[in-house]
């Protein structure tokens, strides 16, 4: 996405929760995430420690069953910072 040169740019700060649901029983894994979306270029968002590769293809795990996972998403939090570059 391009900007023109004083266009009203924003900042965007979310707080979310990440749930990997257990399919076999209660051990859900939970990660709580913060970040700031901005109009800068990004490569991705997340977390890289939610469980190892390992632990999400062992089926005896719960995590992933009959080649699905559920993962649940709540936001938070959301809140926007605008801002007009100088003229």
């Known amino acids: ?4 040169p004083n266009a009203v740019a924003s900042t965007t700060y979310a707080k979310l929760k990440l749930q990997l649901m257990n399919q ?3 051990n859900h894994i939970e990660k709580r995430v913060f970040h700031f979306f901005s109009r ?8 890289s420690e939610l469980i190892s590769v390992e632990d999400l293809n062992d089926e005896s795990k719960g995590y992933l069953v009959e080649d ?4 649940e998403t709540t936001l938070l ?3 926007e910072t605008k801002f007009v570059d100088s003229i």
């Open 1 to 4: 996405m391009e900007y023109l």
């Open 68 to 71: 699905t996972i559920v993962l």
């Open 77 to 79: 939090c959301v809140t």
């Open 40 to 47: 800068e270029k990004e490569d991705g968002y997340g977390t």
């Open 24 to 26: 076999k029983n209660t």
